[in-house]
């Protein structure tokens, strides 16, 4: 009987469920973000709002709600951007100049007429070898001219002088951003350091993609990884043959985004971090954002409309914008054609909006009116005075609206919608009583079906993705044993302790964060069934299970099955996985 109220109650709440956000969303799922008061632009990974239109969004900044103005998927025809091209021309990676001028050349065969490319050589100096342009044949020569001779590589300073330039003029395109072609190695000993490139790039304002030779060390391909993510953007490892395919699947995802413009009542940049909240009625995303950057407002509020209610025996003020100080009394003056001064008794106003309403202390006779207001400014950086703070209105008998009589009955709508919605709780409690007597032990989340055979045969079903929370402080890791393959798995999930665990790979392990895989590991950005490790004749196999956050070895995505080494790091979601094969 408590097993039975208890699922009718977890049944209740996901009946009424239906009026909150389902999901929410961390900085992974933002590109840019470009704030310069009162405009802000968001570019958004993938397609997270569907089709969509921009009434159906929400945003705040802080506790500013902002005007969604534009929602769309970014289009090349109607949309523009800019990318600076860095390229390291260090002898260490002179065996890959063949493969990153066929990239570049590949990169520029697709620019939109809109775009534009600047050109930045890396070694002991860098230099910008192309001003920003569009001349498809100017890029190409240029790149043929390149030499991959330096003795050393100045990485960390070249990304920084990068940086301030394109930031300066961050919003003469629909989006910017970085593409560095480099082993990500520093030769740099005063200068610009690592962790100052990191701060810098975190701000989302410019992302950085790195297309990294696969002579990358481990500790850099980690270390640039989490920057590029940090700022928007991706790192990916290719070899020194060339691979146009998985290249243009690299800079398809850099382009697959939705930009959303968004609009502030006010260009206040207090050089703060706010939180940027973006949602809909079934998903929501955040970051925090610095408010520093602003655009002059050089325009003053005014008394757009003037009213008066009758009925009420007030003058309602609409102004142009939010103005401060709108419920003060004292700020307002009614004055008759006579020249009468006629007094207000109330203000009903917040202090700072767009409308005001005076109560009059006497009802206003026929004849015409004029309201002053003084001392309003708008509620801008620059406190612009209330301009054109006259406005007249006519009093007559049509402004008099008659009191209408009251209906004789109304249809409660809100009883009916909550009694309606608990209705479906209950059913759709006493479905699930029924199904769960049918199938006591029996688990929901399906397991894909992983054959032991040929690598080629292997065709996971798609993994189900819940919708899921930020993973608890303090994380647990399961495990069910079987034989096979001997691993030691060292594992940290975000900023919890490492631990360590051993399992044998028979034929398969399934490792989500679902209980029923093998291997389940309390992580929030883990899809139930992230990824799958097989024995295939006793060597140890890969697959990624169709993962909303995708599955990469030594920071390379897992688009089919590869084989995996020992000592190879495994990333999913906040995990990291570092494989020791014993046996």
């Excluded at 990676?93 to 939109?112: C, E």
Aim: net charge negative; charged share 25%; glycine share 4%.
């Amino acid at each position: 009987m408590k097993k039975a109220l208890a699922i009718i109650l977890s049944a209740l709440l996901a009946a009424m469920s239906v009026f909150c956000v389902s999901a929410e969303g961390t900085g992974d799922n933002f590109g840019q973000v470009s704030v310069n008061l009162p405009d802000i632009t968001v570019e958004l990974k993938g397609s997270p709002f569907g089709d969509a239109d921009k009434d159906g969004i929400k945003a705040y900044l802080g506790d500013d709600k902002l005007e969604p103005t534009e929602l769309h998927k970014y289009n090349q025809s109607k949309d523009s951007t800019r990318v600076y091209m860095l390229v390291d021309i260090s002898q260490t990676v002179s065996a890959y100049q063949n493969a990153i001028r066929s990239y570049i050349k590949d990169f520029v065969s697709k620019m939109g007429e809109n775009d534009a490319l600047v050109l930045v050589t890396v070694g002991s100096e860098h230099k910008t070898v192309l001003e920003e342009t569009n001349d498809k044949n100017k890029i190409n020569e240029t790149v043929d001219a390149l030499t991959f001779n330096d003795d050393y590589t100045y990485l960390c300073n070249a990304l920084n002088s990068v940086y301030i330039e394109a930031a300066s003029s961050i919003d003469s395109y629909t989006r910017s951003y970085i593409l560095a072609f480099t082993d990500c190695d520093d030769d740099t000993k005063t200068g610009v350091t690592i962790q100052e490139i990191e701060n810098k790039y975190s701000s989302h304002l410019l992302p950085l993609c790195v297309v990294a030779t696969d002579n990358i060390s481990k500790e850099n391909n980690q270390l640039f990884s989490r920057i590029a993510r940090a700022s928007g953007g991706s790192l990916d490892v290719f070899g020194s043959s060339v691979n146009l395919d998985q290249f243009s699947q690299f800079t398809n995802n850099i382009d697959d985004v939705t930009i959303l413009k968004l609009k502030a009542d006010n260009n206040n940049a207090t050089g703060d971090k706010k939180n940027l909240q973006i949602s809909d009625d079934k998903q929501s995303f955040n970051i925090d954002v610095s408010v520093s950057k602003s655009v002059a407002d050089k325009e003053a509020p005014v008394i757009k409309e003037l009213t008066y209610d009758g009925q009420n025996n007030r003058l309602i003020l609409t102004f142009s914008e939010k103005v401060t100080d709108a419920s003060a009394r004292g700020a307002y003056s009614v004055v008759d054609a006579d020249g009468k001064k006629w007094s207000v008794a109330d203000v009903e106003a917040q202090t700072v909006s767009d409308k005001a309403e005076l109560v009059m202390s006497e009802p206003l006779p026929n004849g015409e009116y004029t309201v002053t207001a003084e001392g309003l400014t708008d509620v801008s950086r620059e406190k612009n005075p209330l301009a054109d703070n006259q406005k007249r209105v006519t009093v007559s008998e049509s402004t008099v609206v008659p009191i209408e009589p009251e209906s004789g009955f109304e249809i409660p709508i809100i009883p009916i919608i909550i009694v309606g919605v608990l209705l479906t709780g209950i059913l759709a409690a006493v479905l699930i009583i029924v199904l769960t007597t049918r199938n006591k032990d029996k688990d929901a989340d399906p397991i894909p079906v992983i054959s032991s055979g040929d690598p080629n045969r292997f065709s996971p079903q798609p993994a189900v993705i819940n919708e899921y929370s930020p993973a608890p402080p303090s994380v647990k890791h399961h495990i069910k044993k079987e034989d096979g393959i001997k691993l030691q798995l060292k594992i940290k999930t975000g900023k919890s302790s490492e631990q360590m665990i051993t399992t044998e790979v028979a034929s398969s392990v399934i490792v989500g964060r679902s209980s029923v895989c093998e291997i389940f590991i309390d992580d929030a950005k883990l899809s139930r069934q992230h990824f799958a490790l097989e024995n295939l004749n006793r060597e140890l196999y890969i697959s990624d299970l169709n993962s909303k956050n995708g599955t990469f070895v030594n920071g390379v995505r897992v688009d089919s099955r590869r084989k995996v080494m020992n000592h190879d790091r495994i990333l999913a979601g906040l995990s990291e996985i570092t494989v020791t094969i014993t046996e």
